[in-house]
């Protein structure tokens, strides 16, 4: 179904508020019981947001569910999205019951937030970086200009990507230096267990410092410099999974890991190669591109990045 603009901007700004507000909600976790009294008005922010969530999205479930009986009617079972799969999906741990509507708003979100935040915020960063090393965008920008032949004003593809290796360094030295995630979402261990000889109990609530991981000197020369130079070994081929040696895991790692890692990796290559393929990025005049952290649902720049665009002349 086509969404017309309003309705995208709707659905953007209930997403946004959630992403910015994200990390004031974490105090609401502890001592629930009197938190309720101690942070009113915090927990009401919580419920408005998430009412602005389902009043947003719950009319095209509610109207999906409609159409998808119409479908089971006329027998024609094509086209089948997201929303109809979670519509579909039942819980057998709990009756065969199905999901409800506030699940599924919160899976659609999750998938919304987990699928553009995370990438936008990568690529920010990667821009920012581009800027304040301009050695690094040209090296960039001469690989796509002599290993993609489309002079002809022709968008980059996605089969091109693949001769790019110094972009993938690039990329990777991104994920690595400025993951979007800092930390995992929330796993528990299911078993007791021990881990570097400490205890952790059944059911303990455990994370991961991802960008520590990243950042570790026994593991990376010059951990805080921005080199993608280090990614070009191996023929630049880098198990970005960790599967086989884990050095960092900017999507996780394992059972649990990101499950649209290559999407994402993907959605990085493209949108950068092009972008650097049109444009010329640079900094203002007297801009030194601070590249402070601030924390929202991802890890942003506390600064976002102004930037002069000039396009590349054919
Ligand atoms: C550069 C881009 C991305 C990064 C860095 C990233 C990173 C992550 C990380 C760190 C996790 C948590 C893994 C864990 O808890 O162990 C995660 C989970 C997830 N990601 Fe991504 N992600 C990216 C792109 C995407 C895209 C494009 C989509 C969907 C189209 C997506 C969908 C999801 C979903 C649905 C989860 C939750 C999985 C679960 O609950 O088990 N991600 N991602």
């Given at each position: 179904?086509?969404?017309?603009?309003?309705?995208?901007?709707?659905?953007?700004?209930?997403?946004?508020?959630?992403?910015?507000?994200?990390?004031?909600?974490?105090?609401?976790?502890?001592?629930?019981?009197?938190?309720?009294?101690?942070?009113?008005?915090?927990?009401?922010?919580?419920?408005?947001?998430?009412?602005?969530?389902?009043?947003?999205?719950?009319?095209?479930?509610?109207?999906?569910?409609?159409?998808?009986?119409?479908?089971?009617?006329?027998?024609?079972?094509?086209?089948?999205?997201?929303?109809?799969?979670?519509?579909?999906?039942?819980?057998?741990?709990?009756?065969?019951?199905?999901?409800?509507?506030?699940?599924?708003?919160?899976?659609?979100?999750?998938?919304?937030?987990?699928?553009?935040?995370?990438t936008?915020?990568?690529l920010?960063?990667i821009m920012a970086n581009l800027v304040k090393h301009p050695e690094i965008q040209l090296k960039l920008f001469n690989e796509i200009k002599d290993v993609v032949v489309s002079d002809n004003g022709e968008k980059i593809k996605e089969e091109d990507l693949q001769k790019l290796t110094y972009l993938k360094a690039v990329v990777l030295e991104g994920?690595?230096?400025?993951?979007?995630?800092?930390?995992?979402?929330?796993?528990?261990?299911?078993?007791?267990?021990?881990?570097?000889?400490?205890?952790?109990?059944?059911?303990?609530?455990?994370?991961?410092?991802?960008?520590?991981?990243?950042?570790?000197?026994?593991?990376?020369?010059?951990?805080?410099?921005?080199?993608p130079e280090?990614f070009l070994?191996?023929g630049g081929?880098?198990?970005?999974?960790?599967?086989?040696?884990?050095?960092?895991?900017?999507?996780?790692?394992?059972?649990?890991?990101?499950?649209?890692?290559?999407?994402?990796m993907l959605h990085l290559e493209y949108f950068l190669a092009n972008l650097v393929k049109e444009f010329e990025w640079t900094a203002?005049?007297?801009?030194?591109?601070?590249?402070?952290?601030?924390?929202?649902?991802?890890?942003?720049?506390?600064?976002?990045?102004?930037t002069l665009i000039t396009p590349r002349i054919k």
């Amino acid at each position: 179904e086509k969404l017309d603009e309003k309705t995208i901007r709707e659905i953007q700004k209930a997403q946004q508020n959630f992403v910015v507000n994200i990390s004031r909600f974490n105090v609401l976790k502890f001592s629930p019981k009197f938190g309720k009294i101690l942070f009113r008005r915090r927990w009401q922010e919580l419920y408005d947001l998430r009412r602005e969530q389902e009043d947003v999205l719950g009319p095209f479930i509610r109207s999906r569910r409609e159409k998808l009986e119409q479908i089971k009617c006329v027998g024609n079972n094509t086209n089948i999205g997201y929303v109809d799969s979670l519509l579909t999906l039942t819980i057998p741990e709990e009756g065969d019951r199905k999901l409800t509507d506030g699940e599924i708003v919160s899976l659609c979100l999750e998938m919304l937030i987990a699928g553009t935040d995370t990438t936008a915020t990568a690529l920010h960063w990667i821009m920012a970086n581009l800027v304040k090393h301009p050695e690094i965008q040209l090296k960039l920008f001469n690989e796509i200009k002599d290993v993609v032949v489309s002079d002809n004003g022709e968008k980059i593809k996605e089969e091109d990507l693949q001769k790019l290796t110094y972009l993938k360094a690039v990329v990777l030295e991104g994920l690595r230096r400025h993951p979007p995630g800092h930390f995992l979402l929330f796993h528990a261990v299911s078993e007791d267990t021990q881990l570097d000889g400490n205890h952790i109990p059944k059911n303990t609530g455990v994370n991961f410092m991802v960008a520590e991981i990243g950042w570790d000197p026994k593991i990376w020369e010059d951990p805080m410099e921005f080199k993608p130079e280090r990614f070009l070994g191996n023929g630049g081929v880098f198990d970005v999974t960790g599967n086989r040696e884990l050095k960092m895991m900017p999507f996780g790692a394992g059972r649990r890991i990101c499950p649209a890692y290559s999407l994402g990796m993907l959605h990085l290559e493209y949108f950068l190669a092009n972008l650097v393929k049109e444009f010329e990025w640079t900094a203002r005049v007297g801009d030194d591109i601070d590249l402070s952290e601030k924390q929202e649902f991802t890890t942003v720049m506390k600064y976002p990045l102004h930037t002069l665009i000039t396009p590349r002349i054919k």
